[in-house]
Nanobody, 124 residues
Framework: QVQVAESGGDTVQAGGSLRLTCEVSGYTTSSYCMGWFRQAPGKEREGVASIDSDGDTSYADSVKGRFTISKDTPKNTLYLQMNILKPDDTAMYYC??????????????????WGQGTQVTVSS
């Protein structure tokens, strides 16, 4: 059974940085997609960044140049480095895993396994 657990959320001031961590266990496939999504109150869940088993990355336009997704394959850990944070980045951030094809777009339904989320709050 795949388990996904996020950590690292916090409250920071605008312009600050945070690094989110996602630990994945029970995942045995060598072909996969791992992604970060976020959901703010009253808004739909949106894709933020993804990385596949080949290391190819994708970013939402709103975070390009500010966020960096990376993975440590031996540790089964995913990271999201967030710099120059803005109040609009305030949301619950979720980590998700799925088949490699999930990285072709931002459809949350393409991912099979989700964590419980970690809260990021950016104050102005």
């Amino acid at each position: 059974q795949v388990q996904v657990a996020e950590s690292g959320g916090d409250t920071v001031q605008a312009g600050g940085s945070l690094r989110l961590t996602c630990e994945v266990s029970g995942y045995t496939t060598s072909s996969y997609c791992m992604g970060w999504f976020r959901q703010a109150p009253g808004k739909e869940r949106e894709g933020v960044a993804s990385i596949d088993s080949d290391g190819d990355t994708s970013y939402a336009d709103s975070v390009k140049g500010r966020f960096t997704i990376s993975k440590d394959t031996p540790k089964n850990t995913l990271y999201l480095q967030m710099n120059i944070l803005k109040p609009d980045d305030t949301a619950m951030y979720y980590c998700a895993t799925g088949p490699k094809a999930a990285c072709g777009g931002w459809w949350a339904g393409g991912y099979n396994n989700w964590g419980q989320g970690t809260q990021v709050t950016v104050s102005s």
